[in-house]
């Protein structure tokens, strides 16, 4: 009999809210045996500091870095050609890759195709122009092409029905890219990705429900988002906002659009991911700011400083069942 047990990194507002460095200090903490992306292609982005290394990744999970197994999942689409200048961006910067990273053999494939229409038709919702949407459809049109289908991805296959439950143990940390607000169901439809990006899309990868263990839920203490809606109100504070946060895209060095946090929007995400923990990144951008603003029920409540914030947040978090000692209020560049 082989066991799983499965910790869930989730985003809880529109990506970009520090999944990357949640996945890094776990990876460090745990003795996981597989780090596990789930959803999405190549429009991720993922910045990692690694030993006072820069480092963006698109595809490869953050295990990579621990000599953990890295699995892309069935759930993801996958470019090829970004793939592999991705291994080997790893490869030049000192990291380890062999034997490290998988791909899952039904991983659908984004083609050329795929990215050209995507940079044509992607302009109307503001895609990232990665050929996500596109791979997608055809997956769900079943005319994809999948990893198995590609002769050059052999040496990196993976079947997952063995892998899990072939015998041996697993304790496996699944990492999400983008989040609640772009996922397909849940997300502000049509401004949204293709893929699952809540706990639920851990699931399609070929694990029990019963495996989940620990979902780690990461938000911003500010929201911030990229694409084509209008998002980002009026007031130069918002401008400030994303000046003191660096809000520029990983992927497509957009500047992305930013708000106050919603306190609905994130206890509908932390409701329906089931999250037992939580970080909160970033609380210095609203101290360089100077304003400690929530959107509570259609109101402004305004706080006097960031203390009387993080105690009505944190008030609001244990209403929603997460224990004190599973909340965290992070830095930009502090380690959690
Ligand atoms: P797509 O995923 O490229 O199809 O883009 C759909 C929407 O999701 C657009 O608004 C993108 O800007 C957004 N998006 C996709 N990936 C990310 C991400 O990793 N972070 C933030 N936004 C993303
Ligand atoms: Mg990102």
């Known amino acids: 009999m082989s066991t799983q047990s499965v910790d869930v990194i989730v985003d809880l507002q529109y990506g970009d809210c520090g999944?990357?460095?949640?996945?890094?200090?776990?990876?460090?903490?745990?003795?996981?045996?597989?780090?596990?992306?789930?959803?999405?292609?190549?429009?991720?982005?993922?910045t990692i500091f690694h030993r006072?290394?820069?480092?963006?990744?698109?595809?490869?999970?953050?295990?990579?870095?621990?000599?953990?197994?890295?699995?892309?999942?069935?759930?993801?689409?996958?470019?090829?050609?970004?793939?592999?200048?991705?291994?080997?961006?790893l490869e030049e910067g000192g990291i380890d890759?062999?034997?490290?990273?998988?791909?899952?053999?039904?991983t659908h494939i984004i083609t050329e195709a795929h990215r050209s229409e995507d940079k044509r038709e992607g302009v109307r919702i503001g895609t990232t122009g990665?050929?996500?949407?596109?791979?997608?459809?055809?997956?769900?049109?079943?005319?994809?092409?999948?990893?198995?289908?590609?002769?050059?991805?052999?040496?990196?296959?993976?079947?997952?029905?063995?892998e899990w439950h072939g015998g041996g143990d697993t304790q496996i940390l699944a990492e999400g890219a983008q989040g609640f607000g772009l996922d397909i169901d849940w997300g502000d439809y049509p401004y949204v990705t293709s893929s699952h990006c809540?706990?639920?899309?851990?699931?399609?990868?070929?694990?029990?429900?019963?495996?989940?263990?620990?979902?780690?839920?990461?938000?911003?203490?500010?929201?911030?988002?990229?694409?084509?809606?209008?998002?980002?109100?009026?007031?130069?504070?918002?401008n400030k906002i994303a000046d003191a946060g660096?809000?520029?895209?990983?992927?497509?060095?957009?500047?992305?659009?930013?708000?106050?946090?919603?306190?609905?929007t994130l206890e509908r995400a932390i409701r329906i991911n089931g999250v037992t923990h939580i970080v909160i990144n970033k609380v210095d951008v609203?101290?360089?700011?100077?304003?400690?603003?929530?959107?509570?029920?259609?109101t402004k409540a305004e706080f006097k400083n960031e203390d009387e914030m993080k105690h009505f947040v944190t008030e609001r978090l244990k209403k929603l069942g997460i224990t004190e000692s599973n909340i965290f209020f992070s830095e930009s560049r502090e380690r959690i």
């Open 19 to 46: 999944k990357g460095k949640v996945a890094h200090h776990l990876c460090q903490t745990k003795n996981y045996t597989h780090v596990l992306r789930y959803n999405g292609g190549a429009n991720a982005g993922h």
């Open 52 to 89: 006072g290394k820069k480092f963006i990744t698109h595809q490869i999970p953050a295990g990579v870095f621990f000599g953990i197994k890295s699995v892309v999942g069935n759930g993801c689409v996958l470019d090829p050609i970004q793939f592999f200048s991705e291994l080997k961006m």
């Open 97 to 106: 890759i062999s034997d490290k990273v998988f791909v899952a053999e039904n």
């Open 130 to 162: 990665r050929g996500n949407g596109p791979a997608y459809r055809d997956k769900y049109g079943r005319t994809g092409k999948r990893a198995i289908d590609v002769p050059e991805l052999k040496p990196y296959l993976i079947n997952l029905y063995q």
């Open 198 to 238: 809540t706990t639920a899309g851990v699931l399609l990868n070929g694990l029990p429900s019963r495996a989940i263990g620990d979902v780690w839920g990461v938000a911003k203490m500010y929201e911030t988002y990229v694409g084509s809606k209008k998002f980002q109100p009026e007031g130069e504070v918002f």
């Open 246 to 264: 660096e809000e520029y895209g990983a992927t497509t060095g957009r500047r992305r659009q930013t708000n106050w946090m919603n306190m609905q």
């Open 286 to 298: 609203l101290r360089i700011v100077g304003q400690w603003v929530i959107y509570d029920q259609n």
